[in-house]
């Protein structure tokens, strides 16, 4: 069973652009949550959908959006992009609700 | 809200000794319980878990964790550390609607092995 794939796995982009991340959770999952790391402020969530419906939102400004599809491939956005963005940008995925979280390998995002 | 606090940044051991890392917990209620670990520029990957019953659970690698409700605690323990379990270990909790994947995360502990 293939794990959660996220895409692409380095991205750099410049200050003010905006970046689409993907990610394709385990097969049968419907759950995905979306995190972002850096070294100052740890992990943190950003949002969770369910069945195409975002549930959950973390602490994160509104240039920080995302969407599931039908297939339960999640998308996250980030507009007007800001140098404190740079981060491991994780996606993980569940079953169902109230079962655990497998992650993906994330995708590394550096803004010059 | 929740917290989870890793009191030790770092941790070096001896490879073969035993191992413990440390999570205290924050929340009124019991939340679900998990650990990570992640290798560098990797994603995480789960160890183990505790959503209720049992309160020692065992995990992948060897490692097991013991969830004390008096203390808030869920400490991770390995009896004997090998050299490819260095890396850095996050514990995290789960509330709310979705506990399983809305998750906050400790500061993580990096560990180290001495050969």
């Known amino acids: 069973k293939a794990g959660v794939t996220q895409t692409p796995r380095y991205l750099i982009k410049t200050r003010g652009q905006q970046v689409t991340l993907s990610c394709s959770p385990i097969?049968?999952?419907?759950?995905v949550s979306w995190y972002q790391q850096t070294p100052g402020q740890g992990l943190q969530f950003l949002f969770e959908y369910f069945s195409e419906t975002q549930r959950n939102k973390g602490n994160f400004p509104g240039r920080f959006s995302g969407r599931q599809f039908s297939n339960s491939r999640s998308e996250m956005n980030v507009s007007t992009l800001e140098l404190g963005d740079s981060a491991l940008y994780l996606c993980?995925?569940?079953?169902?609700?109230?079962?655990?979280?497998?992650f993906g390998q994330g995708t590394r995002l550096t803004v010059v | 809200a929740q917290s989870v606090t890793q009191p030790d940044i770092h941790i070096t051991v001896s490879e073969g000794a035993s191992l413990e890392l440390r999570c205290n917990y924050s929340y009124g209620a019991t939340p679900y319980l998990f650990w990570y670990v992640q290798s560098p520029g990797q994603g995480l990957q789960l160890l183990l878990k505790?959503?209720?019953?049992?309160?020692l659970v065992q995990g992948i690698k060897g490692f097991e964790a013991e969830f004390k409700r008096s203390q808030s605690s869920f400490n991770l323990r390995k009896p004997s550390v090998h050299w490819s379990d260095a890396a850095e270990y996050f514990c995290a909790v789960g509330v709310g609607n979705n506990a399983g994947n809305m998750l906050t995360f400790g500061g993580g502990t990096r560990l180290m092995v001495k050969p």
């Open positions: 097969s049968g999952h419907r759950s």
């Open positions: 505790y959503f209720s019953g049992d309160t």
């Open positions: 993980a995925s569940s079953f169902s609700m109230n079962t655990e979280a497998f």
